[in-house]
Structure formats: C-alpha cells, structure tokens
C-alpha cells in the first residue's frame, strides 16, 4: 500500500491507502471531513469539489494517492483552520452565499464555494457570463444559480475591496 | 462508484513508466488527469490490473519554443495549455478550443496528451489536433517514434499508442498572423459533450482562401477532416457563398453515430452548419 | 459542593440581562433575516446521513437486476459471503420472512385498485432496471461494493413493457397474478359535458406527453439504521422528507412496534418529491441491523439512484377543448393514461389524481370529464416529482389554451383574459368543486406583461419574421393556478388517501426566556428554521436569535405530517402561529397573577403584557417564563408550564397563482432553443420571507424549464435506462439558464391567519407550458404547431423539417396530433 503524504487544510497528513481509494473517500472516511460531499459517479456534479495546491479538483476523479505531496483545502478550510465557525471569520464566499440566499439545501454549496474561490483566483472581476461558465462543473437542483451567481458578484466585490487576489484562500496566501 | 483493486505504479521518469508497461503487458493502464479513465473505472467499464500514474514525471509537462513548432509535453493540462503565452501566440485555436474542454475543473487536472490518447471521437482535441497537423511523439521501448495526427486515431477508442508506449509530447506547428480560427462546439448543455464540434482554420491571402482545414468532432469512430469541404475552398474566394458551398460537403466520408442526443442525418446537418459557421468566422467572412 | 438556591438562579438570570427587552421588537415577518440553517452548510458542517458515524458500522450494497423483466431462475451469494470483509449477503428469499408487508402504496385511488405486493428485495421475478434482487453486508463500502461481483443469478428473460398504450393491451403482464396492467381508472364529470361538446362552436383536440424525469435531488438517498438488538429499538437515519410517515410505514412492514423505532432525518439535500417514499433500502437497512445486531449504512451512487430512486411525470394526455369562436371556453375533456411504473410507490396512484383538479386552471366553465387510466410498466416506479400531477395539468391546460387561441387567431393572453376568473368573483368555486379562495390574475399579467415588454417582444418577433432571421423569437404565457398546502384531511379522506394533512407544533419556553419551536414539517433546504423563527418572534415577541427550531426527529418532534406538497407554511407555519397563541394564553393568566390584575385587562403587545390604562405595570414573557419555571407564585391549580402544542388542520387548500411569460430564441438551422428573457409575476399571498420565497421561485423555474428544454429519462425497448447518469440526463447547469425576473403580487389567501399561500412547486408549475408556448410561437410561421418535450435541438429541428415537409403552415403535421374539428360550419375550418 503506498504512502502518501499530504496537508490538508494546514495540517499534514501521513497515510497508508489503498491505490483504488478516492480522495473524496480519504477525506471523508478516512479523515472525517465530510464537509465535501458526493453527488455523482460520473464527473458532472462538482459537488466534491476541493482546492489541489489552489485550483478546483473533483476529489471524486482524483485517487488519493494522487493527492501525495500536495496541499489541499476543503470547505472546512476555506475560513482558516478547520471549524472556524463565527461569521465574523467567514470567507467572503462563504458570507456573500449567506447573504444573498445562494443555497437552499446546500448540499452543492462546499463545491460551488471551492469552484468560485478557483474562478475568483483566476479571474477577480468576471462577468455574469463568465461567473455561469465559470461553475459549469457544479450542478446545483435548488437555487436555479440566479442567488449563486450573485453572491460570486458580491464576494468579487468584498475581494477587490480587500486587496490582493492572494486573500482568496485563508491559511495559505 | 468504486473502482476495483489495482496495483499502482507511479514512475519517476517516461523510461520507467515504459518499462513499467512492459512488465505489465494489458493489464497496465496509464493515468494521466484520470478525467477519462477514473470514471470508467468508478463504474467498473474498465479494470486495470496496474495504473502507472504519469502525474510525477516533470520532462511531461510544459510549452516549449522548438523553432517552427510547439513542443507540448503530453501532462501539460488544459489549463496550462489555455494560459500559455506560446500556445495563444502561436496556435491560438489550441487554447481557444480547449477552453471549451469540460469544466474548469477538469480543465485543471485533464491533460493535453490524456485528452488525445484516449481517442474518444466525442472528445474536442482530436479534430482540433487534426487540423493543425500535429504530430504525436510516442517513447517505446525501442525509443522515440513520431506519429502524424491523420494516423494517430485508428478506431473508436483507439490510437496509434502501442501497449509498451507512452506519449510524450505533442509538435504542433506554428501558425502565422494570416491564419484565422474557429472551434464550434454544439451541446445542449454547458458542460455535455459535444453532440458535433467543428475546427475549422483559414488562410486568406487576397480575397481567396489559401488554404482552408476543417476538423468533425463527433462524427464517427475517429475525429475526420472535410478533404472535401477543403478542396473545394482551395483557391476559391472567401466569400459567404462559396464558404456556404463547400460547407454542404463536410459530412461526405464521415459515418456519425445515432445516440440519445441526436441520429445520424441530424448530426450530418449539424456539420454541414457548423462548418459554414466556423469558416466563415476562421475566413472573416 | 454548595447548595442550589432557586431564589439565587433567578436573580442570576434576571441581572443577566439575558431576558432582553422585547418592546423594541421590530416585526420579521416580511423581512429577510439572514438564514439560520447556512452556518452550517456553507462551513462544511452538515450532518447528512452519510457523514453518521457509529462504531461498528458496516455498509451494505444492493445487486441490482440488469434486466427489465425476468424470473429469476437462480442465484447465489455464497460466494460473495466469503469475499474479504464480507459479514453476510442475502437473497430475497433469505429475507422474505422477515417482512410483515410489503413496501406501502398509501393512495389507493380506486376501491378495486390493483396493489400487487412490492417486497424491499425480488424473489422471483425482477421487473424494472434496477430492481433489488440481494443485498450484501461488508466492513466498508468498497468491500461491500467488490462482493456485488461475486454474485451469481440467473435469470429467465420476460418481455419488457415500456409503451403506456401497449401495457394496456396486457400482450405482457407486469404482475401476473394482477391479470391485467390497468392499476385503476379513475373517473370525474361535472356539468353537462356531452352537449356542450356537441353545440360547440370549435373543438380543439391534442395529446401531449409528460416524458419521465428524475428528480435527482443533489443528496442522494442514504440511510443508516442504529439498532439496541437486544431491546428490539432502533434508530433510522434517513435522508428523507418524511421520518413521521416513514417511522408508521417502516413498523408496519418490518413489524418491529412503531414506539420500538426513532426515525431522524438529519440535514437532507434537496428532495423535490423524491424522498416523500418509504424505499426497500430502508426497510433492508432496518431488517439487516436487526438480523446482525450491527450498525448498518446504506448510500446510493448516483448511477443507481437514477434506476432506484422514484421518477416522476410520464403521462400521455388526449385533451379537448370546447369553445365559441369569440373565444367563451365551454368545456374541456381529458383522458390520461399514467406511468405507474413497477409497483405502486408511497403515493404513486394519487399522483395524477391531484392533478384532475388543476386541468380547469384559472378558467371558468361549465363541462369538465376527467378520466385517468395508472398503468403497470416495467420501468421504475413513478411517484410525486415538484408538483406532482399539478405541472401536467397546467402544462395541457396551458398549451391547448394556446393551440385554442391560435385556432382562433386570437391574442393567447386576451384569450385568457376572456376566460379567468376575475378578481371580484373570489372566493370561487370551481368545476371541480374546490373553492379557490383569493387572487388578481390581471393584477399579475399586468404586471408581468409591463416587465416583459410584451409588446416590444412582439414588434421584435415579427421584425425578425419579416427578415427571416435564422434566431426566431417566441412568446409563451403561462397563467397558473395549483392547489397546494395538503391538506385539509376530510378532502384527503374524500380521496381515499392514506393519512390527514394536519401538521403539528409546539412551543417550550425556557427559563432564560428563549423559545425552542418544534415542529412536525422537516424541511429539506427550505429555510424552516428561519421561517418558522421569524414567525414565532413576531408571534412572541422575542428576538429572532432567541428562537430555536426543532425537526426532523421523531423523538424530538414526536407528531408531523412532514414536508410535501408545499404544505409547509400553509399547514405547519399556521400550526406554529397556534402555538404560540396558546403560550399567550397562558402565559397572560400568570402576568395577571403576577400584576394582580384581571386577565382580561392585559393587552399583549411587542412580547409584553402590561395593563390597560397602567403600561408600568407590566411583565415581559420572558420573565413570565422564568416565573413558570421557577413556579413559586402560579395562579391556584396551574401547572408550572406555559408550553403549547397545536395541531393545524387547513380548511382548504392554498391557491397561489402567477403570470409567467417567457421569450425564446430558437435556432431554425439547428433547432438549438435559447431563453431570451424569463419574467414571472406570482401571487403567494402574504410572504414571510421574500428572500426565501423567491429562492423557491428561481429554483422551480430551473426544473420547470428543465422538463421543457433538457431532461428526460430515456428507456430503450428492452426497458434500459439509457439516459442513466448525469451525461446522459441533462441537468441544466449555470451556463444553460437565464436571470430570471421576479416579481410579486399580494392577494392574501383567506383562508388562514397568516394569509400566505405555498410557493415550493409554483416555478415548476408554472414554467414548462411558458417555455414550450414560446417555441412554437416562435416556429409558428414555419409551420410548427407542437412540440415534444424536452424540445431538444434535434426535435426542434425535425418538427422544422417536417413541417416544410408538409409544405408549411399546414398545421398539425409536424406531430401527428389532431387537427382543429369545427363543427359550426364549413368556415370554421379553414
């Protein structure tokens, strides 16, 4: 069984896995974050969606083996250490989805925010086109998008106000 | 949802990702971003006995300037391939078309050769490589060979790879200011494969298309080039008519298929629009 | 250790401040307080069923038949029991004893209803994809899911039955012991339905089709059952809308005594219907913790819950509507013959039958015949999906409405215009005997038309037209009614359904003065928690933070109806308001006894009671909690409790409605359909939350307009679920919808104390009709008059090709369906 070495929201991991084990399940099973969900067999739903040193990953196409060496963060992660819980110490995604109703039952909600976070990296200013293109590997079923692309809107905004794109991911700017 | 048991191989270097696939013979696979291969695994469509993960092998990733071509390393990712300064002066409809690739984050861990070595017809890159002509470098054990993209798709899933091979780089020629490009792609939605993409690229020189390269994604086992579409440009004025023309021959020798999203003759129609459309924005016309 | 001074903690508490000051009570019913539930799901600390833990916990994986319909001739685990990690497999036959019923159709519609038994695993014949034939136990999922493999079953190929019309010739018969695949034909006529179909002066005919749909909630289903073996107790995690029914129905068909079981449904992701089911996977979960004693989980995997999970629609409808030619509807027939699928679900058969209500729409008239025929296929079995019965209804109404006004020549919104029910005839009674209590459809067309521009759409549309623009523009309306809020329980029971439509609450005051609400609705991403907080602190006078809500657990919230039908408000916010009207009661007889006052002369207001005439003298609730708490001052014979419970039994449904307009660009080369501007105007009556509600909105349209343009659950002729993962059946996505713009009108419905109306299904109800209108409308001058859904790009493109075909505006050729009879005169039909 190969060993992997990897950090996961700050804190470094030593494991033995089996080959065939899927990220998503290392996380899950393994380590109990469970925050990052599972909504498909097929690649479509982008619900697993986690951040491999910074850029969105669909942890349910990604063994875990493959994770060695690199250094990820999951929803339980994007405020900073794991469990952050005020609101005061949210992510702006995490309070623009809050704030403007970008959620419902919430179970697409870790991968949507881990998808935008990647979006904002890349592109701090989109357009509403280019926010909807930009999250085309995240199905949501509740929210019909339109409280989702807004609430990217205004943590584009509360990002841009802030600084540096480097703010985006908490604990490892 | 869960892949069967496999044994993992994960070489430092192409030389021993090949010796990896000798001593393995079938039973290996190879795994570059795994957008392809894991989720057929998930589903148990596919069982290697062995993965040899290509991810680690540094020689297989990035653009390099090699004089009138771009060399590709095979595990450059789409995104890479997207932000690259070389790939979007050179060879802009590379980028253009692979930004068109899945999602984002597919585009992130997906790869270049990954994406042409699974030789699935459906996929965008094997037309847009067709048309540019690349040329594939495949590492054996005997060493290096070079294949030409119009022989590099043998069947419906199947490339010129052989089972000790690896792809190692993709060549791909530069092209100038005179050239024009277009990549439709037509889904129903976002994310969905294309039902059939077009690639099409124009060189205008005076009023006439000089030369003209039209590639059909998803119109039969392999990615097809229009030869009839484009003889018919060769020479001939880059107006909307004549593009409009040689359009209505670009399914001639295809052999699409019938599926959920669309039946033979609907897919036939689709290429023949598709194409009209892309040459007309590759021509400017 | 010191002494505990009751005296001492009260003070405490009172210097605490903690009691607050409720006269500053700003009123939150209307606002849009941030929502409760998100901390958790936005920071990745949801407790869905497939994050539970439990020591001991071993997994368990379905086998599932590949095949449509076969008699199983063999099989065998024994192999799969010796696999690494494996505790045990069973077979169907190894559990059958163990079932006290089978899997319950709570709806039998008709007396003589065909019900055949629907055991939670196959024993001799597999009738749909998917159908659970053995069940393997392991250590962990992936070993459970290596043990599938090993197991070996035969099975004997039955023909499949996949055609509604076919099924009803019994060629092949689902359940043979049933002698026949019609479940049921259930019957309704009103008026004089005959004559006025033979005076008519035009009649227009057509079948439309509702193709399956999968509601793929983005949860998939999971359950995990914790036992106490020895005491025969255990404890169901279910990822489901409804632990109440679901504990009843899972005692009735295990047999374990329903106080022996707590059913809990932790955070559940989405459900549109979807998990309103009681599922072979839970009764299997809850039967396999019993046989081994051991903690057991169950997940599906997408892929299997395309096949596992109920569908909803799949209806062909022949309708006819009788009209004058100045555009008076007269009278509407329907025939519709329903997709039962394998077996008769929770509520299958009365799926349908919910929508016989709806066909008459906002349309007043006199003749109306229903009849609907539920068939038996060998496909999954087909249950409530987001409106269940309402949307086919509005959607054939909707359409014929338009096919009408086009016969006519006539404007489809003046044709409507000429035949709803106008503001000022409300309450109304319908055809179909519901009383429609509240409402202003010109009020909401108005104002949709005024967003919409409807007028400068139509300028543009024949602008394009006259230039032959390959991107045609159409318009389609959908002017919407649905009765929702289940619902009043005589009306159920008049229906023959299983159970009541009351729903229940209570409220606990504590002795800090904060509130814990505890209800019987279990939300599944509605916003409960903040609705029913924004409710109770108006109600109480508290602030919004001070009220907790409770759900979802049959030991914390013992009685509920749960969550369905957009019921929750109507039904369950009222009982909340209840409730909290009885705390008032209560609570004013000890504030009287307190201020040694009359209770007659204490007004409540803004959480205090003061008395009239001496607004000092007064008592907050909260210190008349803590005063209850500490009981040592009560009024003569008062229990030391101010707590409440209500149970809510709606008089009538709830009837929110809305105008929804819808712009399309239409490719004409490749048939690819666009939304070009998406306007909706509903009327939900008083709203609690407007975030919330227009949440719901936005989300239903996305389904609505999904069923249009995008999905369909495709079997091919030997009963495969081709369109079985996400590539396939397409989910829209970000990219493949428009902003939509909402907007509101307010006719309070009448009929409750709130006056709000449900809002869950209304999108979805109102949006596919609007969409598919607008295609045609934008094909209408190539000939097109009807159209398949989803409206494809292909089918879009077929329907072009085959009206040129036909040479044009020749009408119905496109489709096949019927063209316009007229029966005044040979004018008529020209």
């Known amino acids: 069984m190969p060993d992997i070495d990897v950090r996961i929201n700050g804190i470094r991991y030593q494991d033995h896995v089996e080959p065939r084990l899927l990220l998503v399940h290392y996380l899950r099973d393994r380590l109990g974050l469970t925050g990052t969900n599972v909504g498909c067999d097929t690649s479509n739903c982008g619900a697993c969606t986690v951040l491999v040193d910074g850029t969105g990953a669909k942890s349910c196409t990604m063994l875990a083996v493959q994770a060695d060496g690199t250094e990820i963060t999951t929803i339980q992660g994007l405020a900073g250490g794991e469990g952050a819980g005020a609101p005061e110490d949210w992510h702006p995604l995490q309070k623009a989805f809050n704030a403007e109703h970008g959620l419902q039952c919430g179970y697409c909600t870790p991968g949507m925010i881990m998808s935008s976070v990647d979006l904002l990296q890349r592109n701090p200013d989109p357009t509403e086109d280019e926010i909807r293109h930009g999250l085309e590997g995240n199905l949501c079923r509740c929210t019909g998008y339109q409280n989702i692309v807004k609430a990217v809107q205004a943590a584009a905004g509360e990002l841009r106000a802030a600084g540096a794109p480097g703010a985006v991911v908490g604990g490892q700017s | ?285 | 250790m010191s002494k505990i001074d009751p005296e001492e903690i009260v003070e405490e508490i009172e210097e605490s401040g903690q009691l607050g000051h409720p006269d500053h009570h700003v009123p939150l019913v209307g606002q849009a307080p941030r929502r409760k539930e998100d901390a958790r799901l936005v920071t990745g600390q949801t407790n869905w069923t497939d994050n539970i833990q439990i020591p001991g916990l071993l997994h368990a994986a379905v086998l599932r038949s590949p095949m449509a319909h076969a008699r199983i001739t063999s099989i065998d685990v024994s192999a799969a029991r010796e696999q690494p990690g494996v505790i045990a497999a069973f077979t169907g036959a190894d559990l059958q004893h163990h079932w006290a019923g089978g899997l319950p159709c709570a709806w039998p519609v008709t007396p003589d209803m065909k019900q055949p038994v629907h055991l939670p695993l196959a024993v001799d014949t597999v009738r749909y994809v998917g159908d659970a034939v053995a069940v393997v136990v392991a250590r962990d999922r992936y070993a459970a899911a290596d043990a599938l493999e090993s197991i070996d079953v035969e099975y004997e190929p039955l023909p499949a039955v996949i055609d509604l019309e076919e099924a009803l010739t019994d060629a092949t018969l689902v359940h043979e012991d049933q002698g026949t695949n019609r479940a049921f034909d259930w019957p309704f006529e009103a008026g004089e339905v005959d004559a006025t179909f033979d005076a008519a002066e035009v009649v227009v005919k057509r079948r439309y089709f509702q193709q399956r749909l999968i509601p793929a909630a983005m949860e998939p289903r999971a359950v995990v059952v914790a036992p106490i073996a020895a005491a025969d107790e255990y404890t169901v995690y279910s990822a489901t809308q409804i632990p109440h029914i679901l504990r009843v129905m899972l005692a009735l068909v295990t047999g374990i005594p329903e106080q022996k079981l707590r059913v809990v449904a932790p955070d559940v992701g989405g459900g549109f219907g979807s998990k309103l089911n009681v599922y072979a996977e839970e009764a299997m979960a809850l039967i396999l913790a019993k046989v081994l004693g051991r903690p057991i989980k169950w997940t599906e995997s997408r892929s299997e819950g395309f096949q596992a999970t109920i569908h909803g629609r799949g209806q062909i409808q022949d309708v006819e509507i009788a009209a004058t030619r100045d555009g008076r509807v007269t009278g509407l027939k329907v025939q519709l013959l329903a997709d039962m699928g394998a077996y008769l679900q929770l509520v299958t058969p009365g799926v349908p039958i919910l929508g016989a209500f709806m066909f008459p729409g906002i349309y007043k008239f006199d003749a109306y015949r229903f009849g609907c025929t539920g068939v038996f296929t060998t496909m999954t079995p087909t249950d409530a999906y987001r409106g269940a019965g309402r949307p086919e209804a509005t959607f054939a109404i909707e359409r014929i409405m338009d096919d009408l006004a086009t016969e006519l020549g006539m404007d489809p919104i003046e044709l409507r215009r000429r035949n709803w029910i106008e503001h000022h005839e409300f309450p109304f009674d319908t055809i179909c005997g519901l009383t429609y209590d509240s409402g202003n459809y010109e009020a909401a067309t108005d104002r949709a038309l005024e967003l919409f521009d409807y007028d400068g759409l139509r300028r543009e549309q024949a602008e394009r037209r006259e230039r032959g623009d390959r991107v045609q523009l159409g318009l389609g309306t959908s002017t919407f009614t649905e009765m929702c809020g289940l619902a009043p329980s005589r009306v159920l029971g008049s229906l023959s359904y299983g159970a009541g439509g009351w729903e229940a609450a209570s409220i606990r005051m504590l002795p800090t003065g904060k509130v814990e609400v505890v209800t019987g609705s279990t939300p599944h991403g509605q916003g409960h928690e903040t609705a029913w907080s924004q409710i109770a602190a108006d109600a109480l006078g508290v602030p919004f933070e001070d009220v907790e809500v409770l759900h979802g657990d049959t030991a914390v919230a013992p009685k509920g109806m749960d969550t369905y039908g957009s019921r929750s408000l109507t039904v369950g916010g009222i009982a909340v308001v209840k409730a909290a009207e009885k705390v008032i009661e209560k609570a004013r007889r000890v504030a009287a006894h307190l201020l040694e006052a009359d209770e007659r002369d204490l007004d409540f207001a803004q959480g205090t009671f003061s008395v009239r005439g001496s607004p000092e003298a007064s008592k907050t609730i909260q210190e008349v909690s803590l005063a209850v708490f500490a009981a040592h001052d009560l009024p003569d014979g008062m229990e030391p409790s101010i707590d409440a419970d209500s149970v809510f039994d709606p008089e009538n449904f709830s009837f929110p409605h809305g105008t929804h307009l819808c712009a399309v660009e239409v490719d004409t080369e490749t048939g690819f359909t666009r939304i070009h501007r998406y306007v909706c105007v509903d009327d939900v009556g008083n709203v609690v939350n407007p975030q919330i509600v227009e949440g719901q909105v936005h989300g239903g349209l996305a389904q609505g307009i999904a069923q249009a343009l995008y999905e369909e659950a495709v079997y091919d002729p030997e009963g495969n679920l081709t369109s079985g993962t996400f590539v396939d059946y397409l989910v829209p996505g970000a990219p493949d919808l428009p902003a939509f713009v909402t907007d509101r009108t307010v006719s309070p419905s009448t009929t409750n104390p709130l006056g709000v109306k449900g809002v869950g299904e209304a999108g979805t109800i109102a949006s596919t009709p609007a969409v598919i209108n607008a295609v045609i409308d934008a094909l209408k001058p190539l000939g097109v008059t009807d159209m398949r859904m989803p409206a494809s790009p292909e089918r879009v493109w077929r329907a072009i090709q085959e009206a040129n075909a036909s040479g044009g505006s020749a009408g119905q050729a496109a489709t096949g369906t019927t063209t316009l009879t007229a029966q005044a005169g040979p004018e008529a039909s020209a």
């Open chain 2, 1 to 285: 949802m869960i892949p069967a048991a496999f044994d993992y191989v994960r070489p430092a270097s192409v030389a021993e990702a090949v010796a990896a696939l000798g001593e393995h013979g079938d039973e290996a696979k190879l795994l570059a971003g795994g957008h392809s291969l894991l989720p057929l695994m998930k589903l148990r469509l596919a069982s290697p006995g062995v993965v040899v993960d290509l991810g680690r092998i540094p020689d297989l990733r990035g653009v390099r300037d090699d004089g009138d071509v771009l060399a590709i390393g095979a595990m450059t990712t789409h995104q890479a391939v997207v932000a690259d300064p070389l790939v979007r002066e050179h060879v802009p409809l590379l980028a253009h078309t692979t930004a068109m690739v899945g999602d984002p984050q597919v585009r992130n861990r997906g790869t270049l050769g990954g994406a042409l070595a699974h030789g699935d017809a459906a996929g965008d890159l094997p037309a847009v490589a067709q048309v540019l002509e690349a040329e594939m470098v495949l590492e054996g054990p005997s060493g290096r060979r070079t294949v030409a993209a119009a022989d590099f798709f043998v069947d419906y899933l199947t490339t010129a790879v052989g089972e000790d091979e690896v792809l190692v780089e993709v060549r791909v020629p530069k092209y100038g200011a005179g050239w024009g490009y277009r990549y439709e792609k037509f889904n129903r939605v976002a994310q969905a494969w294309a039902i059939v993409g077009v690639a099409a690229m124009v060189r205008r020189e005076n009023g006439t298309v000089a030369e003209a390269r039209v590639g059909l994604t998803n119109m039969g086992t392999v990615p097809y080039r229009a030869r009839a579409t484009e003889g018919a440009l060769a020479g001939a004025p880059a107006d909307a008519t004549t593009l409009a023309t040689a359009a209505e021959a670009a399914d001639q020798g295809t052999d699409p298929p019938s599926d959920l999203n669309a039946q033979a003759d609907y897919r036939r129609h689709l290429a023949r629009v598709l194409t009209r459309r892309a040459l007309e924005a590759a021509s400017g016309a």
